[in-house]
């Protein structure tokens, strides 16, 4: 379905998304999709068998102060899925409105989801909260990552001012799994401080939950950052978690894939299957 689009020069747009998947037979459909505004996705396509990959759209390939996106995706017991994005998702300065990103995944049963979008780039002066909050079953398994570059170092500016928001929750069973909160400032301590982004302009971290035994030391061996940037890889609990901290966005990807190919087989009992569109 597709609703009317609105956008007015103080409010700005006023997206959302709904996706819900579920299983019929062997093959797990988009059974539910409704959308307003410049959200979208495409056709579901099957690169391997039964488990489908969308890609999620935002047409005008921005977002600006005012912006509010909201993204729900569902996936009803026994559904697995791979959602991810065709390109880096911008936010552009702002001239003091806030733009705001919400997502909420929920699995149910035994559901399987992969949330993997590409990077995010906050412009300067930018003013944006980003939040995802996962709600998990004890039986659901969930690898996601983000990926984000504060300014555009590759063309030599700097994240000098704006604020940028952002928080990851991870439930189960309504009980708190993870909770991750950062806030950056223009300019500020935290963008040069070693316990922060230690001058580098680009973040990223994985999260895994399901069956991750062992996993941690295979990726320590396995996987490593190029010369001047950081990767490590730790067992928290439940939870799995990889980060990357290094100035290009080609690197983090590099780093986080070569992990996800470790984890897949593992946690979701398939072996990797990388999106087309990583490779456009």
Same mark, same amino acid.
Not at 52 to 73: A, K, R
């Given at each position: 379905?597709? %609703? ?20 019929? %037979? ?29 890609? #999620?759209? /935002? ?11 909201? #993204? ?27 733009? &705001?990103? /919400? ?39 969930? #690898? ?18 704006? /604020? ?13 799994? *993870? ?15 070693? *316990? ?6 680009? !973040? ?27 990767? !490590?890889?730790? &067992? ?23 992990? *996800?190919? #470790? ?14 569109? *990583?490779?456009?």
């Amino acid at each position: 379905m597709n %609703g009317c689009p609105v956008q007015t020069d103080t409010s700005g747009w006023q997206a959302s998304l709904q996706l819900g998947f579920e299983r019929r %037979g062997a093959r797990t459909v988009l059974a539910h999709r409704l959308h307003r505004g410049p959200l979208g996705v495409q056709r579901a396509f099957y690169p391997e068998q039964g488990w489908p990959h969308v890609y #999620i759209l /935002h047409p005008p390939g921005g977002v600006v102060g005012g912006d509010v996106l909201n #993204i729900d995706v569902t996936l009803q017991a026994g559904a697995q899925a791979l959602v991810t994005s065709p390109a880096a998702a911008k936010f552009y300065r702002s001239a003091g409105e806030q733009a &705001q990103l /919400h997502q909420h995944l929920k699995l149910h049963g035994n559901a399987m989801l992969e949330w993997l979008p590409q990077e995010t780039i906050y412009y300067s002066a930018a003013e944006v909260d980003a939040r995802t909050r996962v709600e998990l079953d004890a039986d659901s398994r969930f #690898i996601g990552w983000d990926m984000f570059c504060l300014g555009r170092p590759a063309a030599g500016e700097g994240f000098t001012q704006g /604020h940028i928001s952002q928080r990851l929750e991870i439930w189960r069973e309504g009980m708190p799994l *993870w909770l991750e909160q950062a806030a950056f400032a223009g300019d500020g301590e935290m963008l040069d401080a070693r *316990w922060g982004m230690a001058g580098r302009a680009l !973040a990223a971290t994985l999260v895994a939950v399901g069956d991750t035994d062992g996993l941690a030391e295979q990726i320590h061996q396995q996987v490593s950052a190029t010369e001047g940037d950081h990767f !490590a890889v730790s &067992q928290l609990d439940d939870v799995l978690v990889c980060r990357y901290l290094g100035t290009e966005a080609q690197r983090a990807r590099q780093c986080l894939a070569s992990a *996800w190919r #470790i984890i897949r087989p593992q946690v979701m009992g398939r072996a990797a299957c990388e999106p087309r569109v *990583w490779n456009t």
